[in-house]
Nanobody, 121 residues
Framework: QVQLVESGGGLVQAGGSLRLSCAAS????????MGWFLQAPGKEREFVAA???????????SYAGSVKGRFTISRDNAKNTVYLQMASLKPEDTAVYYC???????????WGQGTQVTVSS
């Protein structure tokens, strides 16, 4: 059974930092595209960041414009874990954050249960 389990969410003041982790089990995700998404209250789920194996390195990384320069996606294949380092957090970053995995960006087969991030002003 494939599982993605997020952790690291919590309450932080504006300007602070958090690191989210997404641990995968049940299969190896080393060549899978891994992404982070967020869903704010009353809004649709939206893309945050993705990291894709290019065949040589994790060179294909993309970010939503709203987080570019503040968030960093990375992964540790040995731990089958993907991370989202979030800095300079803003109240508008408050949302449930989900990780996802799939064969290509935009084709995610697996989703985690989400972790709440709340940024206070």
């Amino acid at each position: 059974q494939v599982q993605l389990v997020e952790s690291g969410g919590g309450l932080v003041q504006a300007g602070g930092s958090l690191r989210l982790s997404c641990a995968a089990s049940g299969r190896t995700f080393s060549t899978y595209a891994m992404g982070w998404f967020l869903q704010a209250p009353g809004k649709e789920r939206e893309f945050v960041a993705a990291i894709v194996w290019s065949g040589i390195s994790w060179s294909d990384i993309s970010y939503a414009g709203s987080v570019k320069g503040r968030f960093t996606i990375s992964r540790d294949n040995a731990k089958n874990t993907v991370y989202l380092q979030m800095a300079s957090l803003k109240p508008e970053d408050t949302a449930v954050y989900y990780c996802a995995g799939g064969p290509t960006v935009g084709s995610y087969d697996y989703w985690g249960q989400g972790t709440q991030v709340t940024v206070s002003s």
